[in-house]
């Protein structure tokens, strides 16, 4: 019996350890993961991406400016990460924002948001591009995107910055 407690409070105590010191994602990374309903995004940006959401200007983006100012985070989102087939913009579907806390300082400030959702109605046979046009300060003026659709075998890597913001998919 007490080997069963033992064994789960290590267990508890891992999970609460990963979920304080982890990440989602990488800064600066993202994947799109195909299937035949479209592409599952997950991408993590720098807050600095977002400085209109900083209301105090200090170079920062707490907890609290996120909660106020998500509505401005949610539509620049929409408005600067999407796809295009053709002459079609393809936004976010079911987009969801999760603030990530800096590993530097009390946990108050925010260094990335990871965006996830899903775009719909895709063919990634017929010109689809993928398009990032969210860059904060210096540091942060790359994207680093893997597209995957596994069922196919298809693997592509590719990098955006702030003057090459889009890039052909497959």
Known sequence: MFNMIK??????FFILSMSTHAHLMVADHGTLNFDETGAYLVISLASSNFSEADLDNNGQLS????????????????????????????QIDGLMLSPQ????GDGTDIDQIVVMGKFINIDHTQGLSFHNTLYG??????????????????????????KQQYAKVF
């Open 137 to 162: 300060d210096g540091a942060h003026t790359k994207l680093e995107m893997t597209a995957k659709y596994k069922l196919l075998g298809l693997k592509q890597g590719f990098e955006l910055t702030p």
């Open 7 to 12: 064994k789960y409070a290590v267990f508890g």
């Open 101 to 104: 806390a800096s590993h530097h």
């Open 63 to 90: 907890f609290n400016e996120f909660k106020q100012a998500k509505d401005i985070i949610f539509t620049k989102t929409l408005g600067g990460v999407y796809m295009q087939q053709a002459d079609k913009i393809k």
